[in-house]
């Protein structure tokens, strides 16, 4: 019954599985290791973003009146925590190749009038992000820790 239904209706409306597609393969393929390589870029300077991370806890506690830094429980937790940083900042790093993996996988089938709006809506979208984020570190993580 569902092949009949199929060869009944026009090509653009059947339906295919996710990933029958082979670009979508050779895209995913490419971007993979866009991941490692980002992470391994920014493992030799999670250091120094996670001393950015805890400068307003620093400045919170000398607030409050209490000196001194941020304390590790355990022997492991300074390498977990860098490694941690170092890959949340690859994946931020890489995020622009993978996307520009997916936008190979998606332009093709877009018409002209479809792909205008997609460049002010990237730049509207990272903009936002970036806004976003420094309003957080600069307004409510400074609030959140004084309180």
């Given at each position: 019954m569902?092949?009949?239904?199929?060869s009944?209706?026009?090509l653009h409306e059947r339906?295919?599985?996710?990933l029958a597609?082979?670009?979508l393969?050779?895209?995913i393929i490419f971007?993979?290791?866009?991941?490692?390589v980002?992470?391994?870029l920014?493992?030799s300077?999670?250091?120094?973003r996670f001393g950015?991370m805890?400068?307003?806890?620093?400045?919170?506690?000398?607030?409050?009146g209490?000196?001194g830094?941020l304390?590790?429980?355990?022997?492991?937790?300074?390498?977990?925590?860098?490694?941690m940083?170092?890959?949340?900042?690859?994946?931020?790093?890489a995020s622009?190749?993978?996307?520009?993996?997916f936008?190979?996988?998606i332009?093709?089938e877009?018409?002209?009038?479809?792909?205008r709006y997609?460049?002010?809506?990237?730049?509207s979208?990272?903009?936002?992000?970036l806004?976003?984020?420094?309003?957080?570190?600069?307004?409510?993580y400074p609030a959140s820790?004084?309180?």
């Amino acid at each position: 019954m569902a092949n009949v239904v199929a060869s009944v209706l026009p090509l653009h409306e059947r339906t295919m599985p996710f990933l029958a597609h082979l670009e979508l393969r050779r895209w995913i393929i490419f971007s993979i290791p866009g991941i490692p390589v980002g992470f391994l870029l920014c493992w030799s300077f999670a250091d120094r973003r996670f001393g950015l991370m805890q400068q307003p806890i620093i400045q919170a506690l000398r607030h409050h009146g209490i000196g001194g830094g941020l304390a590790y429980l355990n022997l492991t937790e300074p390498f977990n925590l860098y490694l941690m940083v170092a890959l949340v900042l690859g994946l931020f790093a890489a995020s622009p190749f993978v996307f520009y993996q997916f936008w190979l996988f998606i332009a093709p089938e877009l018409y002209r009038t479809e792909k205008r709006y997609v460049i002010p809506f990237l730049i509207s979208t990272v903009g936002l992000f970036l806004a976003g984020g420094l309003f957080g570190y600069k307004v409510v993580y400074p609030a959140s820790l004084t309180s």
